[in-house]
Structure formats: structure tokens, C-alpha cells
T-cell receptor, first 116, second 114 residues
Framework: AQSVTQPDIHITVSEGASLELRCNYSYGATPYLFWYVQSPGQGLQLLLKYFSGDTLVQGIKGFEAEFKRSQSSFNLRKPSVHWSDAAEYFCAVGVRSGGGADGLTFGKGTHLIIQP | ETGVTQTPRHLVMGMTNKKSLKCEQHLGHNAMYWYKQSAKKPLELMFVYSLEERVENNSVPSRFSPECPNSSHLFLHLHTLQPEDSALYLC?????????????FGEGSRLTVL
């Protein structure tokens, strides 16, 4: 079965500084990979996704992520964070099941704190 | 209405009550999901419905009972819950024949069991 590890439970970054959130996955083939963001009291919003092709994917709100097969990683980056980026970030992996409804497997999340 | 809508947003119930959570998706998708989000735990997939048929039940206690009357609506019936069932319950939908796995989430129903 697939699994996702987000090694950082909390990360604190100064406003305007760069950000990198780590994500490692375990799966026997090339998975679908996602980053979602959750603000307090809200559901999950998709930031970006990787299915195939270019390993550097661009998302909303200025985020990007890079798929590195050799490291089984899909780290999320942003060159300059804003106070509104403070939230919980979830990495998720999906399997290629030929159209089945398998849902996604999520990591435990990384809580991002922005310092003024 | 757009996206995935969940009601109620907040629910407080006693251990002997019976209540239901409702989810409605306006995206034309053909699969719907219930996830449980507890503090300090990963999101747990509870139930999956694809084309209105239940395809997965991840060993969820019988005090949780899902119902999917059509492709746009999903319910989670709750009875005789325990305090440890207090959590945020998230509904999601997807279009399975696109084979992309992307889920679209509602804002969740915050459940507190006293």
C-alpha cells in the first residue's frame, strides 16, 4: 500500500522568505501526487498536482513542486511567502488504477507559521 | 451553488443521539468520499461510493452508516457515537473515468460528541 511522509510537523518562516515543505511517498510505480492547503475551519483546496510529463509543476498562489523519482519526493516551494499562506499543508498520493475510485492517501500535514 | 457543500458545518451530539451529515456535489462527478480528520492524524478514508455503489469501507465501526441515494448526494448517518468520534468529517467528489485521482473537498462538518 502507498504511504506519505511529511517529516516537518511545524515550520516557521518570516514573511517574504522562501519556503520548502518536504514530502516523501512510498509506492511501487509512478503515482499521482498532490499538494492541498487547509485554512482553519475550512476544507482542503488543491494547490497543484503531478500526473506525468514535466517534473516541475506550477500551482496556484505562486506555489510550485518538483517530482524527484530517485528520491521519492514531491517537495513544495514558494520563493516569497505572504502572511496569508499560514495554513496546514497536506501532501497526498493517488494510485493509477485504470479509472477506479480509490481515494487519496494523505500525509499528516505541515503547519506553516508566518512571522511578520 | 458550486463545488461540494456540506451541512451542517457544526454538530454537537450526545452519545445516544442519532444525527446525519449531508454532502452535495454540484460538479457532475460520479464518485463521492467520506474522510475523517482528527487532530494529529492523517486524513482517514472512511467510505467510497463510485457510480452510487459502495466500493470501500475501511473497517469503519457500524455506528457510522453511509448512504448515497444518487451521484450528487452522500449522507453519513451517526448513532451511538463515542467521544473519540469527535472530528472534522470531510466529503469529497471526483470523476473516476478521468483517472486523475483528483479530489474536490467540501468545507467539512465539525462533529463534537459529548
Amino acid at each position: 500500500a502507498q504511504s506519505v511522509t511529511q517529516p516537518d510537523i511545524h515550520i516557521t518562516v518570516s514573511e517574504g522568505a522562501s519556503l520548502e515543505l518536504r514530502c516523501n511517498y512510498s509506492y511501487g510505480a509512478t503515482p499521482y501526487l498532490f499538494w492541498y492547503v487547509q485554512s482553519p475551519g475550512q476544507g482542503l483546496q488543491l494547490l497543484l498536482k503531478y500526473f506525468s510529463g514535466d517534473t516541475l509543476v506550477q500551482g496556484i498562489k505562486g506555489f510550485e513542486a518538483e517530482f524527484k523519482r530517485s528520491q521519492s519526493s514531491f517537495n513544495l516551494r514558494k520563493p516569497s511567502v505572504h502572511w496569508s499562506d499560514a495554513a496546514e499543508y497536506f501532501c497526498a498520493v493517488g494510485v493509477r488504477s485504470g479509472g477506479g475510485a480509490d481515494g487519496l492517501t494523505f500525509g499528516k500535514g505541515t503547519h506553516l507559521i508566518i512571522q511578520p | 451553488e458550486t463545488g461540494v457543500t456540506q451541512t451542517p458545518r457544526h454538530l454537537v451530539m450526545g452519545m445516544t443521539n442519532k444525527k446525519s451529515l449531508k454532502c452535495e456535489q454540484h460538479l457532475g462527478h460520479n464518485a463521492m468520499y467520506w474522510y475523517k480528520q482528527s487532530a494529529k492524524k492523517p486524513l482517514e478514508l472512511m467510505f467510497v461510493y463510485s457510480l452510487e455503489e459502495r466500493v470501500e469501507n475501511n473497517s469503519v465501526p457500524s455506528r457510522f452508516s453511509p448512504e448515497c441515494p444518487n451521484s450528487s448526494h452522500l449522507f453519513l448517518h451517526l448513532h451511538t457515537l463515542q467521544p473519540e468520534d469527535s472530528a472534522l468529517y470531510l466529503c469529497a467528489s471526483s470523476q473516476v473515468d478521468r483517472d486523475t485521482g483528483e479530489l474536490f473537498f467540501g468545507e467539512g462538518s465539525r462533529l463534537t460528541v459529548l
